[in-house]
């Protein structure tokens, strides 16, 4: 197993925790529809896939969104009740991230849209020691879009192979171990410790 050179972390659900529910229960309590009906409303479409991959700008959404739910607020509006889905605590400690820094490069990796990046980048000082963000709404692509990875790659600096990547989804682990990347499934912290001892990487 060669030496690693970058470490690479998804956002939701491996740093920050998040629960979708808490954003429909928000937006529905100004629309008086249930959150079940926006949550079908809203998969009905492939909005939040153009706003993910960048196909479709923030405000655009927010305005189609608002259209489709029946949402009367204003864009600052929508957008506080749309963050609402984190919950304050991360999922690994800051201190896990400045015992990393210096000695790897770090970096972002995510599904993710101009709405929720901008919102956490601002709440969770975790993210300020991070060296790059690869974000899917930059790149144009999801994973596990092959081109995804390859942009991490990009931004690593390092061979596949002399990165680390971690990941709640077992698809998005697949498709960075695809890539070269040695890769494993985000299942807590403590196991995330395991993983890293075992590429000889001790906090």
Known sequence: M???????????????????????????????????????????????????????????????????????????????????????????????????????????????????IEMVRERYPILQHFDHFVLSHEVKAMKPDPRIYAAALVHAQAEPAECFFTDDIPDFVAGARRAGIDAEQFTGYETLLSHLRERGIVV
Do not use: M
Not at 69 to 74: C, D, E, T
Not at 90 to 107: C, N, Q, V, W, Y
């Open 2 to 116: 060669a030496d690693k050179r970058t470490l690479i972390f998804d956002l939701g659900k491996v740093i920050i925790p998040f629960d979708f529910e808490r954003g429909y229960r928000a937006i529905a309590g100004d629309c008086g529809l249930p959150p079940s009906e926006i949550r079908a409303r809203i998969a009905s479409t492939d909005l939040v896939v153009r706003l993910e991959t960048g196909l479709i700008e923030a405000d655009d959404f927010v305005a189609q969104v608002s259209d489709l739910v029946g949402f009367p607020g204003s864009y600052a509006e929508f957008c506080a009740h749309w963050t609402a889905i984190f919950l304050p605590e991360t999922l690994i400690p800051e201190s896990l991230i400045t015992a990393l820094k210096g000695r790897f490069r770090l970096l972002v990796l995510s599904n993710t849209n101009a709405i929720h």
